[in-house]
């Protein structure tokens, strides 16, 4: 038998089940039983023993009869009760109308231990039982009659506890034990959902683990496994393309720029440079993408007003330079971040250029931190659509395709955001300027 399987589980659950129902009948069955009233429910079966119960020694020493109380209750209850009990030594206690046919048969009827006569179905009072029992007078023989002497109740009775009690156990075993059943022997795939949710699945070489899975599941799950293999292939083979092709456009785009510069100045020698410069970003940023990419994760306390006041500093002559003003306020003291610094400095610069690129080159590019930590990068330039906001995150996106950017400084900005436990909010609209923030959850700064 193999444990981790399921048809193997759903066996052993419901043999279980079985044996629990089975059980729980029993008991049920023989307390029902033994619950029997004798005074109403079957009392023939019990008559003879109370009138046994019932003699008792007089003062003088003879047999009396002084009714229990069962015996009280059944006399009351069937007023044409008789019995007849005749003692060792030949006394005879009676009780009743005694039918002249039982008198005119008793010598007969007395050579028996034990009999039962029955008569007509018609009249339940029309038979005669005989039973030998012990007494505190010695070894009587009871003769009873009168009153109901057929088991038919008494069959009634087990019947219905034999069939009804199982049927309602199993009823309520199949209502509530089988789901409980399905669930335990079904409790490997909540375990394979669970492992599955915790694959990276930016990481490479990511598997599920197999250990403890039913021989049924063990199948998809290795098909999962060898997809998991295929996709970590064409990732690699992609990003290494990728570096690859980007490498390689340096060279080339490099000659191609000394060349264009020996020209001479006109209209189609400063299209040549557009281009590029556009071709130029667009390697740099590939590169910078797969380096974040293919870079094993270093975090580390970031401490935010540093980081943010080093990359203004270094942008700063650049956008005086395109004509706009440039400033930096913090209302947050020190706060930090944990992190990736070279990722979270590649993410904020490119805020910054993205601002210098299209701020309209005139007024101010202001850079601040809010006292919650988020760091805001706010133009005066055109601003955004409020169709084209849904879009600048994605890959090779440009708001003017006419433009020098390559349309992957925002992608890789909402990338490195979103992996440190952040995102990217915008606020723009036309001819007001832009604003973009990162914001940070789940208390993702730390003020200490």
Not at 230 to 253: C, K, M, Q, W
Request: hydrophobic content about 45%.
């Amino acid at each position: 038998m193999n444990i981790y399987s399921l048809r193997w589980r759903f066996t052993i659950g419901f043999i279980l089940l079985q044996l629990c129902a089975i059980a729980a009948s029993l008991v049920l069955v023989f307390y029902a039983a033994s619950g029997a009233r004798p005074d109403s429910a079957i009392p023939s079966i019990w008559l003879s023993d109370a009138i046994a119960e019932s003699i008792k020694l007089g003062v003088d020493g003879k047999a009396i009869i002084v009714p229990s109380r069962q015996l009280s209750g059944m006399i009351e209850k069937w007023p044409s009760l008789w019995f007849v009990v005749e003692l060792p030594k030949g006394d005879l206690i009676t009780h009743g109308d005694i039918p002249e046919k039982v008198v005119g048969n008793m010598s007969f009827l007395r050579t028996f231990r034990n009999a039962e006569l029955h008569g007509y179905v018609d009249d339940p009072t029309n038979v005669v039982r005989l039973q030998r029992m012990e007494t505190i007078a010695g070894e009587a023989a009871i003769f009873t009659g009168g009153m109901s002497m057929s088991q038919y109740s008494l069959i009634l009775l087990l019947g219905n506890i034999a069939i009804g009690v199982p049927s309602i156990i199993l009823a309520t075993i199949t209502v509530l034990g089988v789901p409980l059943v399905t669930r335990w022997a079904l409790r490997s795939f909540n375990d394979l959902t669970d492992r599955l949710d915790k694959i990276d699945f930016e990481a490479r070489g990511g598997v599920v683990d197999d250990r403890a899975m039913p021989n049924e599941v063990l199948r998809v799950l290795n098909g999962i496994n060898m997809a998991l293999r295929r996709l970590d292939s064409g990732f690699e083979t992609t990003e290494r393309f990728f570096v690859n092709a980007a490498h390689e456009l340096r060279t080339p785009i490099a000659i191609l720029q000394l060349r264009i510069d020996t020209l001479a100045p006109s209209q189609d020698k400063s299209h040549l440079q557009t281009g590029i410069k556009r071709l130029t970003a667009i390697t740099n940023q590939l590169l910078d993408i797969e380096k974040y990419r293919q870079k094993p994760p270093r975090k580390t306390r970031v401490e935010l007003n540093s980081i943010v006041s080093k990359i203004v500093a270094d942008f700063a002559p650049l956008a005086i330079a395109e004509g706009y003003e440039m400033s930096f306020e913090s209302r947050a003291k020190c706060a930090f971040v944990l992190g990736e610094p070279d990722a979270l400095e590649r993410a904020l610069a490119n805020l910054i250029r993205n601002a210098i690129q299209y701020g309209g080159k005139t007024g101010e590019i202001s850079v601040g931190i809010e006292a919650d930590g988020s760091i805001l990068v706010t133009d005066q330039g055109p601003g955004i659509a409020d169709d084209m906001q849904v879009r600048i995150f994605e890959p090779f996106y440009r708001i003017n395709p006419h433009g020098t950017g390559a349309g992957l400084g925002l992608s890789m900005v909402n990338d490195i955001v979103t992996s440190h436990g952040g995102y990217v909010e915008v606020v723009s609209s036309p001819g007001a300027g832009s604003r973009f923030a990162v914001r940070w959850r789940e208390a993702r700064v730390d003020f200490h």
